[in-house]
């Protein structure tokens, strides 16, 4: 049996606007007793914040009771050197693993790690953000933008050159590749395009980038006037400012880098019919809502971006092939860090 990871636990704040509506085909399905009969033990990785995985867990458990859901939580990086170390002492403990990219993903994949799941879900999801193979499906829309000090910054920049300029000398952060998977899939795209390339962090080292372990550390540098500049993922920068931190979110001209956070089901799951339905949970109406209140932009085609964030449709994404950013992420890293010494 596997062993249980202790959950991270916090106190709840859900709100589903979606209760009083009339039901989805997914509700309907779960109405009608789509939940009997499914209980036991899901073992869930995520990168996600501990308050909003305790959130997605609890809303889950409204719906499905009987099932136990476990969660470990770390950056993306350590989840998967988490899983790694399993997988070589013969016994994966994971069932369900939501992390930040898809390209940490299609390294799983290659290692037919992962199960095939074609979820009902998926007619109302944009079919780029699905694996062909049906092995993982995005969850969200989040893109890395720049957040600034609003007491600090008072014209506020348009550009990414921001941050290798005079202005954000000894003034920027951002979150370490070897820790962060946003942070990884960045560094593999910004380095791919033309107008960025390496020589762009060899700039950002030159003018004092300082870096931290994760997208949260960097922004509370910001918001608590440590610093002034900081390459985070959008959400959780109009989160703090509705919260009243000094702090504003800016897409930048050139364009941002976009993660889905996929999810997807371990091949050695011993609960097949439990972790399937976590992750049609997930994918649901429900779940997209839920998504949305915890101030995501959702995946799912009919649920609006929160206040402040950019839907997909809006974006100027930039982007490399999931393959070759595959193939050279260990490069990747390490050439991030003999740029910017981590």
Not at 69 to 87: C, L, N, Y
Not at 118 to 143: C, L, N, R, W
């Amino acid at each position: 049996m596997k062993k249980i990871v202790v959950s991270m636990m916090v106190s709840s704040m859900l709100v589903l606007s979606a209760c009083g509506e009339a039901l989805t085909s997914s509700q309907s399905s779960q109405a009608e007793g789509g939940e009997e009969g499914v209980r036991g033990t899901v073992n869930f990785y995520t990168s996600q914040p501990d308050a909003d995985a305790k959130e997605l867990v609890d809303a889950f458990n409204e719906k499905y009771p009987d099932v136990q859901v476990d969660i470990f939580r770390s950056g993306t990086e350590e989840v998967i050197s988490k899983v790694m170390a399993e997988q070589q002492a013969g016994n994966i403990q994971a069932d369900v693993l939501l992390v930040a990219d898809a390209v940490t993903f299609e390294t799983l994949k290659e290692q037919d790690l992962l199960l095939k799941h074609d979820s009902s879900e998926h007619a109302f999801i944009p079919t780029e953000f699905i694996d062909q193979d049906k092995m993982y499906t995005g969850t969200k829309v989040m893109a890395t933008v720049l957040a600034v000090n609003t007491n600090d910054v008072k014209a506020l920049p348009s550009s990414w050159s921001v941050l290798t300029s005079d202005q954000a000398k000894g003034k920027a952060i951002m979150p370490s590749p070897l820790y962060s998977g946003a942070a990884a899939y960045n560094v593999g795209v910004f380095s791919r395009q033309s107008s960025f390339g390496w020589d762009y962090f060899e700039q950002l080292s030159e003018n004092g980038m300082t870096v931290v372990q994760g997208n949260g550390a960097a922004l509370q540098a910001v918001t608590g006037g440590e610093k002034a500049y900081a390459m985070v993922v959008d959400f959780i920068v109009t989160r703090a400012k509705s919260e009243g931190s000094p702090v504003d979110i800016i897409y930048p001209d050139e364009g941002v880098p976009v993660i889905t956070e996929p999810i997807g089901i371990m091949s050695n799951t011993d609960n097949e019919a439990a972790s399937k339905a976590f992750v049609d949970f997930v994918l649901s109406d429900v779940g997209q809502q839920l998504a949305a209140n915890l101030g995501y932009t959702p995946i799912r085609e009919g649920i609006d971006a929160p206040e402040g964030l950019k839907s997909i449709n809006e974006l100027k994404v930039l982007s490399h092939d999931v393959k070759e950013l595959l193939e050279a992420r260990e490069h990747d890293k390490q050439m991030f860090s003999n740029i910017l010494g981590e």
